[in-house]
Structure formats: structure tokens, C-alpha cells
T-cell receptor, first 114, second 115 residues
Framework: GDSVTQTEGLVTLTEGLPVMLNCTYQ??????LFWYVQHLNEAPKLLLK?????KRPEHQGFHATLHKSSSSFHLQKSSAQLSDSALYYC?????????????FGSGTQLTVMP | DPKIIQKPKYLVAVTGSEKILICEQY?????MYWYRQSAKKPLEFMFS???????DNQTASSRFQPQSSKKNHLDLQITALKPDDSATYFC??????????????FGSGTRLTVL
């Protein structure tokens, strides 16, 4: 079945350093990939999602590139800010399989220190 | 103003009791979902509905029953509550279903504690 893997459960880094959160996926079909962010005591909300035309989505300084060859959709940012501290979920929508759910990875807790 | 309203925000129940979690969305969306988040299983999919029809169910237990009285309502009835049911339950919606790769909008959640 379809699945999403986020290998890092916890990432801690210093403000100003680059961020890279890993996401790999397994899907029989060509899925859409998403990153959702959840700040403390808030609901998850969309950060960015893959495009069908392979454009690189960007939002709030974050970007991600869908690499079908390696089944990856890593999240990156050149310089971390304190406000980036949150729980980040990679998610997959395997629409062609007839699935009616957005499948979330286990999440990566990002903590940015001053 | 929140566009997806979940009530109550906090809920404490005793083992064996029954509770209903309320969800209403005012985004004009046709698809609605329930997800559960706990320390053990972050953002676990439970149900999806489209035009008030059940589309997908990944909840093994029949103790969890979604109820859709209107297109913009999707309540969740939980019977015979167990301490393991303690979690935050998120309602979500999208314009259409996941097939369109659309954004999922989440409510603020109901935090359920079962004693």
C-alpha cells in the first residue's frame, strides 16, 4: 500500500542554519505530495504541495522538490527562524488508487534554538 | 472567524460512556474527514465522506460511527469509551476529495480524555 516515511522524529538546530526535513514515499501510482505544519496547540495547515508540472513549490521561505526517481519530497529552507519551530508532516494523496484519504507520515518536530 | 467549528474543544469522559464530537464547516466543501492524533500515532486517518456518503473507513472498531445530517456536518459518535481512545480528534474538509490533490483544512480539534 501507499506510505510516507519521515525518518527524523526530532530535529534541533540553531537559528540561521539551513533546514532539511526528509520525506520519502511508496506509491503504485503517481501521487501528489504535501507538507503540512502544526504549531503548538494549533491545527495542521498546508505549507506547500507538489505540482503536476514539476514546478518547485515555495511558501514562507520553504521549498520542496518532488523527485520521482528517488520517491522523495524533502522540505528545505536556507535559514531557519525561531518561528519555524513546529511539527511538520509530509503527506501523500494517491488519487489514482481510488484511496479517499490523505496519508500522513509520522511527523518531524523541528526546534529552532536562538 | 473559524471556518471549521469543532465542539467541544475539551472533553473528559469515563470509561464505558458514549460521546459525540461535533464538526461543522462553512467553507462550502463537499468532502469531510476525521483524523485522530495521539502520542502513539500522529495524524491517523479515520473516515472520509463526500456529499454525505462514506468514501473510506480505516477505523477497525465499530465503536466509532460518523454521522452526517447535513452536507456541512460530520459528527463522530464514540461508544464504550476506553482510555486508549484519549486523543485529539481533528475534523477536516476539502472542496472535493483527495483525487483533486486539494488542500485539507483542519478544525481546531477536540481533545478527548478518557478516565
Amino acid at each position: 500500500g501507499d506510505s510516507v516515511t519521515q525518518t527524523e522524529g526530532l530535529v534541533t538546530l540553531t537559528e540561521g542554519l539551513p533546514v532539511m526535513l526528509n520525506c520519502t514515499y511508496q506509491s503504485t501510482y503517481s501521487p501528489f505530495l504535501f507538507w503540512y505544519v502544526q504549531h503548538l496547540n494549533e491545527a495542521p495547515k498546508l505549507l506547500l504541495k507538489s505540482f503536476t508540472d514539476n514546478k518547485r513549490p515555495e511558501h514562507q521561505g520553504f521549498h520542496a522538490t518532488l523527485h520521482k526517481s528517488s520517491s522523495s519530497f524533502h522540505l528545505q529552507k536556507s535559514s531557519a527562524q525561531l518561528s519555524d519551530s513546529a511539527l511538520y508532516y509530509c503527506a501523500l494523496s494517491a488519487a489514482s488508487s481510488g484511496s479517499w484519504q490523505l496519508i500522513f507520515g509520522s511527523g518531524t518536530q523541528l526546534t529552532v534554538m536562538p | 472567524d473559524p471556518k471549521i467549528i469543532q465542539k467541544p474543544k475539551y472533553l473528559v469522559a469515563v470509561t464505558g460512556s458514549e460521546k459525540i464530537l461535533i464538526c461543522e464547516q462553512y467553507l462550502g466543501h463537499n468532502a469531510m474527514y476525521w483524523y485522530r492524533q495521539s502520542a502513539k500515532k500522529p495524524l491517523e486517518f479515520m473516515f472520509s465522506y463526500s456529499y454525505q456518503k462514506l468514501m473510506d473507513n480505516q477505523t477497525a472498531s465499530s465503536r466509532f460511527q460518523p454521522q452526517s445530517s447535513k452536507k456541512n456536518h460530520l459528527d463522530l459518535q464514540i461508544t464504550a469509551l476506553k482510555p486508549d481512545d484519549s486523543a485529539t480528534y481533528f475534523c477536516a474538509s476539502s472542496q472535493e476529495g483527495p483525487a483533486s490533490a486539494e488542500t485539507l483544512y483542519f478544525g481546531s480539534g477536540t481533545r478527548l480524555t478518557v478516565l
